[in-house]
T-cell receptor, first 118, second 113 residues
């Protein structure tokens, strides 16, 4: 299957600092990537849809200024958590849709990034 | 609003004991129903896509089936390495941004040796 790489896999930061998470599609081009957030023992909640070359579309209740998303190329999307606070601690997962061989529908996920804000 | 409900929340089985996981869904127009496996601290791993009622797909000890209201993930003679959280998700033709998935809360499956 298609490979999506996420980095870093875990990060610890102080309250008030900003953290950037990268998501790369390694063997295919992804015009659209998705950012999810997952709390312990809960399901994945979509935060935003990232489109290459345009502004991200955020889900209701997600702060645009808190979670900055940039999709500068067909293989890279970044999520920056600005002025992070302990309540932002979570597992962040990106995903991308495979279109190269025709739309198949399934999304391929990165390994996730665990953010802990002290 | 699209909704996905999975049951049970958690399931413990003995190795070799077959069972089924349920995914009930409500969607305006089903584009696809997806099953993923998620290990602790990892991203979801794609298992199956089902597109229409009556469709079935198999992979090793897993078989996924689909009706107009629910999907089942049948696990036959499971092994300890099948222990994971299994997530069900739907895509809707009608909503904007048709690629995005709505996930259920998952079923945590534990297979005891």
């Amino acid at each position: 299957g298609a490979v999506v790489s996420q980095h870093p896999s875990w990060v610890i930061c102080k309250s008030g600092t900003s953290v950037k998470i990268e998501c790369r599609s390694l063997d295919f081009q992804a015009t659209t990537m998705f950012w999810y957030r997952q709390f312990p023992k809960q399901s994945l909640m979509l935060m935003a849809t990232s489109n290459e070359g345009s502004k991200a579309t955020y889900e209701q209740g997600v702060e645009k200024d808190k979670f900055l998303i940039n999709h500068a190329s067909l293989t890279l999307s970044t999520l920056t958590v600005t002025s992070a606070h302990p309540e932002d601690s979570s597992f962040y997962i990106c995903s991308a849709a495979l279109f190269g061989l025709g739309f198949t529908g399934e999304l391929f996920f990165g390994e996730g990034s665990r953010l802990t804000v002290l | 609003e699209d909704q996905v409900t999975q049951s049970p929340e958690a399931l413990r089985l003995q190795e070799g004991e077959s069972s089924s996981l349920n995914c009930s869904y409500t969607v305006s127009g089903l584009r696809g129903l997806f099953w993923y496996r998620q290990d602790p601290g990892k991203g979801p791993e794609f298992l199956f896509t089902l597109y229409s009622a009556g469709e079935e797909k198999e992979k090793e000890r897993l078989k996924a089936t689909l009706t107009k209201k629910e999907s089942f993930l049948h696990i036959t003679a499971p092994k300890p390495e099948d222990s994971a959280t299994y997530l069900c998700a739907v895509q809707d033709w009608i909503i904007q941004g048709a690629q995005k998935l709505v996930f259920g809360q998952g079923t945590r499956l534990t297979i005891n040796p």
